[in-house]
């Protein structure tokens, strides 16, 4: 698991009271993930990682796991 | 990507759009009724509606939340509220953040601003956004006891004096229902000024929704507003011989509560409806309803009656509404302060 897997796992395991799998487990298909707790990871990435979030790159594609939400966020740095 | 108001030149765009995220021919793709609702009295703008949409980088429409304005009664204070209707973002966006953004830039631009029937996918946003809201309640008038809908309990005939009293179906509004108005006003602590203004355009001016409204007096002095819509019920194939009276407004002076309300039964008795409803929040006109013979139509066994009419279904059980007060200088009130019904918000469409 890479740093930014990890904390993005803290993060939403404290922020939605759900256990986070890291076996790519889509986040928004079950219902984990909603509007609210996605602009609350948004402000988390931005302002405790330190990384501009570019809002046109936030699609289910690549917005969906904990792996797919640290990668996007290397891409960003 | 922005947030910004919807030009009118933009129509095109927004009307594929909906189109795509509702379906074609969803009430939200007519621009009567769109122009009606989203450009009102109080939008002094002459290019923008008052509705929001979320743009991507290339002008493609993302997400729109409709919104309109009007002044509301708070504490004896006229303060602008802002009435929010349809949010909807595009299916493959959906759960991303984008509707939550919309609810923030729609909420803080605005004091005062109130929301009805918040579907159950969205209400845990609302809430999470720091709103707070219930149910409206349903009260029941039963004329008919059995049709092909419903056996239920009649409604009992309560004796009402009349004397003295008249009852007037109504074209528009002028400056009598103003002085009506500021005076009673203070009988519900927030809610929507019912002034000639509003009630012309919300009710005597609709484009698509033929209201009958009426004004209780006594003497010359106008001492209630009801505002009826007849509805003929509707099945998979067509309409079904049962008629709804549907109260969509009211508001009165103490006084002539009793006889508005029993007139208005009697009104839908003469005109062979079924049954009436009446959706309000809080406690008003508790006293009156029941002297009158409503029951709580959220109780068994008058709970399975359903709201939804064009068709008849089931899939929405009670109208809600939800507040947020985002000036933080006024004071928090309590839910049973705010005064609002099914007329209210945007959800007595045609």
Same mark, same amino acid.
């Given at each position: 698991m890479t740093t930014y897997e990890a904390k993005i796992k803290t993060f939403l395991e404290k922020e939605t009271q759900h256990q986070i799998e890291s076996d790519g487990t889509n986040l928004i298909e079950k219902g984990v993930l909603d509007s609210f707790s996605m602009i609350k990871l948004i402000n988390f990435v931005e302002t405790e990682l330190g990384v501009k979030v570019d809002?046109?790159?936030?699609?289910p594609g690549n917005f969906n796991s904990v792996e797919t939400i640290a990668r996007k966020i290397e891409t960003w740095r | 990507m922005e947030i910004r108001p919807i030009k009118k030149s933009e129509w095109p765009k927004l009307l594929a759009f909906n189109e795509d995220e509702y379906? @074609?021919?969803?009430?939200? #793709? *007519?621009k009567t009724y769109y122009d009606w609702q989203f450009d009102n009295?109080? *939008?002094? *703008?002459?290019? *923008?509606?008052s509705s929001l949409g979320l743009f991507g980088k290339s002008g493609e429409l993302l997400g729109t939340f409709g919104m309109f304005q009007a002044p509301c009664h708070f504490f004896g204070k006229t303060i602008m509220g802002n009435c929010l209707a349809n949010l909807i973002v595009r299916k493959d966006l959906r759960s991303l953040g984008y509707g939550y953004l919309l609810l923030e830039e729609a909420s803080s631009s605005h004091e005062l601003n109130i929301d009805h029937t918040i579907n159950q996918a969205a209400w845990p946003m609302f809430m999470k956004a720091g709103w707070q809201g219930e149910n409206l309640k349903r009260h029941l008038y039963i004329i008919k006891p059995k049709n092909n809908l419903y056996e239920l309990p009649v409604s009992s005939e309560r004796k009402v004096i009349k004397d003295g009293w008249h009852f007037d179906l109504v074209n528009d509004f002028g400056e009598e229902i103003n002085v009506f108005w500021r005076r009673i006003k203070?009988?519900? @602590?927030? #809610?929507?000024e019912r002034s000639a203004d509003y009630l012309n355009w919300r009710y005597a001016h609709n484009p698509l929704v033929k209201y009958s409204m009426f004004l209780a007096k006594s003497g010359e002095e106008i001492k209630a507003l009801v505002v009826l819509r007849m509805e003929d019920l509707e099945g998979e194939n067509g309409i079904l011989g049962i008629k709804a009276g549907r109260i969509i407004d009211f508001v009165s002076d103490e006084e002539a509560e009793d006889f508005a309300l029993d007139t208005t039964v009697e009104y839908c008795r003469e005109n062979d409806v079924d049954f009436l409803d009446y959706f309000s929040s809080g406690n008003f006109h508790a006293r009156a309803l029941k002297k009158v013979g409503f029951v709580d139509g959220d109780s068994a066994p008058y709970a399975d009656l359903p709201i939804l009419f064009h068709p008849i279904s089931k899939k929405r059980t009670h109208l809600n509404f939800a507040v947020k007060i985002s000036n933080l200088e006024l004071p928090t009130p309590n839910l049973n302060d705010w005064y609002t019904t099914k007329g209210g918000g945007d959800q007595d469409r045609p």
């Open positions: 809002m046109e790159e936030i699609t | 379906r @074609p021919g969803h009430i939200m #793709t *007519n009295f109080t *939008n002094q *703008n002459k290019e *923008n509606y203070h009988r519900y @602590p927030i #809610t929507v």
